[in-house]
């Protein structure tokens, strides 16, 4: 486990500190609970890069997207 420093305003620590009495635990641990919380919760709605991709495959239907975007660097290199 690789220990990190943090700050915490005021108010928060205390809360902590009161939270951790009540569930006879570390405030460490409670302050673990809380960040493997907010990974998991992040990561249940955030799609991986292949369900984006089989949720956007077949979006360009305008003939060939390579050639457009060839185009439109040419008009870029032209300012």
Do not use: C, F
Request: a negative charge; charged letters at 35%; hydrophobic letters at 35%.
């Amino acid at each position: 486990m690789i220990r990190t420093v943090i700050g915490l305003e005021p108010e928060d620590k205390d809360w902590l500190d009161q939270k951790a009495r009540e569930e006879q635990v570390s405030m460490a641990a409670l302050i673990r609970r809380a960040v493997h919380r907010y990974r998991e919760e992040t990561e249940l709605n955030t799609p991986s890069m292949e369900q984006l991709l089989q949720e956007t495959a077949g979006l360009w239907k305008a003939k060939d997207g390579l050639a457009y975007q060839h185009r439109i660097r040419e008009e870029w290199q032209k300012k």
